[in-house]
């Protein structure tokens, strides 16, 4: 026993110990810590598996009407929803708010979010009925009144929605620039005016107003090219390239394309005229370029930015479909393949 203690004094088992206790904590901390991550890594799958899992209009209501969720997260999750494009789980959490919601005011908001998303999902009718309701009761709500302003302007009802104009000009919004564009429209639409008479009117509001250069000229080109020609911009046509570019052959004025370098290069490229023999625009240059090598096989296509909130879209439009301005549209030129079909003889 004597030698026992002996040796436990001695300097060299000390360190023995001492590894050994490192090692001790070194392993089960190790284990600790893989235990600890499988452990998260469970926590992890099952917070995804529900958050994957949608709940039902049930569960919804269930869960609102019980309060354990803030009106704020619930608002917040109906936003993400819409995100996603799943305006059916949005419009389910914001019909069962406003059946849980006893203050008006923020029935009021719930309603309008409600609204907006019908209109955003594209059901119309249930949209307007959704604002006329609000504006029943609170006819100064001017959320409610650009809201139903846009549903009357996608139903193409603009008589109406001018006359939504009057309570939002009493209400000291500015509403100019949507009282031209709803007059501009509603012109185009009535049957009760002359082809002749509509022009006039058309040509005074761009002179006047020198806005709505797409709509107008859009219209002009169909009607009566000559007079399009006559008093279009020199300054517009690079924004009315597209219209320009898909012109029957009939409609086209060589007397404006003779008098400036963009209609030279346009048609050039599309190879009306061989007037050009290069241009600043890669597009028309790289088609001025096959034209004169005799080459086929591209063509232009076009897709439309919206200047104000630089959004693009594969369409021509006068409101923009994401931020509700009119008047934005920029055409922009793509290269494309040409399709043709060639005639075999048998």
Same mark, same amino acid.
């Given at each position: =026993?004597?030698?026992?203690?002996?040796?436990?004094?001695?300097?060299?088992?000390?360190?023995?110990?001492?590894?050994?206790?490192?090692?001790?904590?070194?392993?089960? %901390?190790?284990?600790?810590?893989?235990?600890?991550?499988?452990?998260?890594?469970?926590y992890?799958?099952?917070?995804?598996?529900?958050?994957?899992?949608?709940?039902?209009?049930?569960?919804?209501?269930?869960?609102?009407?019980?309060?354990?969720?803030?009106? %704020?997260?619930?608002?917040?999750?109906?936003?993400?929803?819409?995100?996603?494009?799943?305006?059916?789980?949005?419009?389910?959490? *914001?019909?069962?708010?406003?059946?849980?919601?006893?203050?008006p005011?923020?029935?009021?908001?719930?309603?309008?979010?409600?609204?907006?998303? *019908?209109?955003?999902a594209?059901?119309?009718?249930?949209?307007?009925?959704?604002?006329?309701?609000?504006?029943?009761?609170?006819?100064?709500?001017?959320?409610?009144?650009?809201?139903?302003?846009?549903?009357?302007?996608?139903?193409?009802?603009?008589?109406?929605?001018?006359?939504?104009?009057?309570?939002?000009h009493?209400?000291?919004?500015? &509403?100019?620039?949507?009282?031209?564009?709803?007059?501009?429209?509603?012109?185009?639409?009535?049957?009760? &005016?002359? $082809?002749?008479?509509?022009?006039?009117?058309?040509?005074?509001?761009?002179?006047?107003?020198?806005?709505?250069?797409?709509?107008?000229?859009?219209?002009?080109?169909?009607?009566?090219?000559? =007079?399009?020609?006559?008093?279009?911009?020199?300054?517009? *046509?690079?924004?009315?390239s597209?219209?320009?570019?898909?012109?029957?052959?009939?409609?086209?004025? =060589?007397?404006?394309?003779?008098?400036?370098?963009?209609?030279?290069?346009?048609?050039?490229?599309?190879?009306?005229?061989?007037?050009? $023999?290069?241009?600043?625009?890669?597009?028309l240059?790289?088609l001025?370029?096959?034209?004169?090598?005799?080459?086929k096989?591209?063509?232009?296509?076009?897709?439309?930015?919206?200047?104000?909130?630089?959004?693009?879209?594969p369409?021509?439009?006068?409101?923009?479909?994401?931020?509700?301005?009119?008047?934005?549209?920029?055409?922009? =030129?793509?290269?494309?393949?040409?399709?043709?079909?060639? $005639?075999?003889?048998?």
């Open positions: =026993m004597n030698n026992l203690f002996i040796e436990t004094r001695d300097p060299l088992f000390g360190v023995i110990v001492f590894f050994a206790l490192i090692f001790v904590v070194t392993f089960f %901390s190790y284990w600790w810590g893989r235990y600890r991550a499988k452990d998260d890594h469970r992890l799958d099952n917070f995804i598996k529900d958050l994957n899992t949608v709940p039902s209009e049930n569960e919804i209501k269930e869960l609102i009407h019980t309060g354990n969720i803030s009106s %704020s997260s619930w608002f917040l999750l109906a936003s993400s929803y819409i995100q996603q494009g799943n305006y059916e789980k949005s419009i389910e959490i *914001y019909k069962s708010i406003i059946e849980a919601e006893k203050e005011s923020k029935r009021k908001k719930t309603l309008i979010l409600l609204g907006q998303t *019908y209109l955003k594209g059901f119309l009718e249930r949209s307007k009925e959704v604002f006329l309701k609000i504006l029943k009761h609170e006819p100064r709500t001017p959320e409610a009144l650009y809201s139903l302003l846009l549903v009357y302007d996608r139903l193409k009802e603009y008589k109406k929605a001018l006359d939504v104009l009057e309570p939002l009493e209400l000291d919004e500015n &509403i100019e620039h949507e009282t031209l564009y709803l007059e501009c429209a509603y012109l185009l639409q009535r049957n009760d &005016i002359q $082809n002749n008479k509509k022009i006039e009117s058309l040509l005074t509001l761009y002179k006047k107003h020198q806005k709505f250069t797409y709509l107008i000229f859009e219209y002009l080109f169909k009607i009566d090219s000559q =007079m399009a020609w006559e008093h279009l911009r020199s300054s517009d *046509y690079k924004r009315l597209d219209l320009l570019w898909y012109l029957d052959d009939e409609k086209i004025s =060589m007397e404006a394309i003779s008098s400036h370098s963009y209609l030279r290069e346009l048609f050039s490229a599309r190879g009306v005229v061989d007037l050009a $023999n290069d241009s600043e625009h890669f597009e240059d790289v001025i370029k096959l034209n004169h090598a005799k080459e096989g591209a063509t232009l296509q076009f897709e439309y930015l919206c200047k104000n909130c630089k959004h693009i879209f369409f021509a439009f006068h409101r923009c479909p994401n931020c509700h301005n009119t008047d934005t549209l920029i055409p922009e =030129m793509l290269l494309s393949k040409d399709s043709f079909e060639e $005639n075999y003889n048998f």
